[in-house]
């Protein structure tokens, strides 16, 4: 047996070559058929009729070509056969099915419309090919039909001419989708601009706004914005802050620094050679610091996270962990506005003579017995080439005297602050000659409360505008 399938096996593979050959002849490799019949229905340009003139769709021009930089992998792996609903129109060439355009003509109805059971509503379903959710449209005569296929049309032509163009969408390609069957109409109808928030994450690609899906997308780099803080700005600040005459009235400890000051040594110098850690006492008074905690208690505590893994939409994962268990609000809104914050702003601001809007809001902080936490860094690693760029400064206010317990931290400076009401402690996330880069010896822990309750608030600053990009969705 073996001896006769052996042949017919070889047979039936050269007939398959020569079948293959000859569409690649008759087609061209990566062209599309002018017209070509599917399903019955004779097809042009984009638009496809059968004899009862169903099976409308958007008038246009269509280029069989891959939209994925990892077909001919995907097609090596058998996702053409496994996975073809969307393999095939997003890899047509590598999947060789660049002569049936069945699923790549756009928009087109899945059942002639005097037989569709939403027939009644006025509206006939449309294959939403590599939008998303197939869209509906309103049948003939509607005065809504018009607008639905403008503005499908219209994004077609934003998907082939924005999206698949520019680099920056690179990272949305595969995000961008029409999540529900009637986004067409409800953009057709001013939701992209009445609905803003809810449109453009549900229907971006008939709002044209696949961009907001991605953080890098929707905010790019700009290297010709410029940063916080160039090469040597780090030390210049903290020496500022040290000798500077208009900062003279605050009780100014140094614990670490990178220099010795003209005439200390080793022996005679109170502080450590290392990154930059300095304490100043009494930057709050009571009334701020009793504001503060105020402030926090109306946002409401909730549970503390770290900094998780990076989302599908470049945004970061709020990772609840064991190794971090205090509370913690935010100071939005009211509470940013409130006329004791924004003194502190002012206050922080001269200090660091880094503009507020590149910090974070304030984070307030209660620890209660037992909550810490554990050794970690403020840095976070993919921000130094995004909008917002590195964290490079960490300003952290203690709002109260704690029990026992609750200090700050350093291990590898060996270095441990206690909590004392109206104390500020800085240091750098940074590396003062390469700003952007991470100071691994600025890793820190607050360490855990064991009497009483610790409230503090942080200040994180960035190399960039922080607020600015948050408003825009970054």
Not at 61 to 78: E, I, M, N, P, S
Not at 165 to 189: F, G, H, I, K, S
Not at 337 to 364: K, Y
Request: hydrophobic share 30%.
């Amino acid at each position: 047996m073996a001896t006769i399938a052996y042949p017919l096996a070889w047979t039936a593979a050269l007939a398959l070559c020569f079948a293959l050959f000859s569409a690649m002849a008759r087609y061209g490799v990566g062209d599309a058929l002018d017209t070509i019949t599917v399903n019955g229905k004779t097809c042009s340009n984009g638009i496809c009729v059968d004899q009862f003139d169903h099976w409308q769709t958007v008038p246009m021009t269509w280029k069989c070509r891959d939209l994925r930089d990892d077909c001919t992998l995907r097609a090596v792996r058998g996702l053409c056969q496994t996975d073809s609903l969307y393999t095939h129109p997003h890899c047509p060439v590598a999947c060789g099915v660049c002569h049936n355009r069945t699923r790549e003509i756009p928009f087109e109805t899945s059942a002639p419309f005097s037989s569709h059971p939403r027939n009644r509503q006025g509206l006939v379903e449309v294959a939403g090919s590599r939008f998303g959710v197939p869209q509906l449209i309103p049948e003939r005569g509607s005065d809504d039909r018009q607008g639905v296929l403008d503005r499908m049309q219209d994004a077609h032509e934003y998907w082939e001419d924005v999206v698949m163009e520019e680099d920056r969408y690179q990272p949305v390609r595969t995000l961008c989708r029409n999540e529900y069957e009637l986004c067409a109409l409800w953009a057709a109808r001013g939701e992209c601009t009445n609905n803003e928030r809810f449109m453009k994450k549900s229907c971006p690609v008939v709002c044209y706004t696949c961009e907001t899906l991605h953080v890098d997308a929707l905010c790019p780099f700009d290297p010709n914005i410029p940063n916080a803080w160039q090469r040597g700005d780090l030390n210049r600040m903290f020496k500022r802050i040290v000798h500077d005459p208009t900062l003279a009235h605050y009780q100014t400890t140094v614990l670490s620094r990178p220099d010795y000051e003209p005439n200390d040594t080793v022996e005679t110098a109170s502080y450590q050679i290392g990154p930059w850690v300095v304490i100043i006492d009494d930057f709050l008074n009571e009334t701020e610091t009793s504001t503060l905690i105020a402030l926090g208690a109306d946002q409401g505590y909730e549970r503390s996270t770290d900094v998780g893994e990076i989302l599908e939409d470049g945004s970061y994962e709020d990772d609840e962990s064991e190794t971090r268990t205090s509370t913690n609000a935010w100071c939005y809104n009211e509470c940013d506005d409130h006329e004791v914050t924004q003194i502190i702003w002012e206050r922080m601001t001269f200090l660091t003579q880094i503009p507020p809007e590149n910090s974070e809001s304030l984070q307030m902080l209660r620890y209660e017995p037992g909550q810490f936490y554990a050794v970690h860094h403020d840095y976070i690693e993919n921000d130094w080439n995004r909008a917002v760029g590195s964290r490079i400064l960490t300003v952290f206010l203690y709002l109260n005297d704690v029990e026992e317990g609750g200090a700050t931290n350093f291990p590898e400076l060996e270095l441990a602050v206690q909590p004392k009401r109206g104390r500020a402690l800085l240091w750098p996330s940074v590396l003062d000659q390469y700003p952007h880069k991470k100071d691994d010896r600025t890793e820190h822990e607050a360490q855990v409360v064991t009497k009483g309750i610790k409230y503090g608030a942080n200040a994180w600053f960035h190399q960039r505008d922080y607020q600015g990009s948050t408003q825009n969705g970054c």
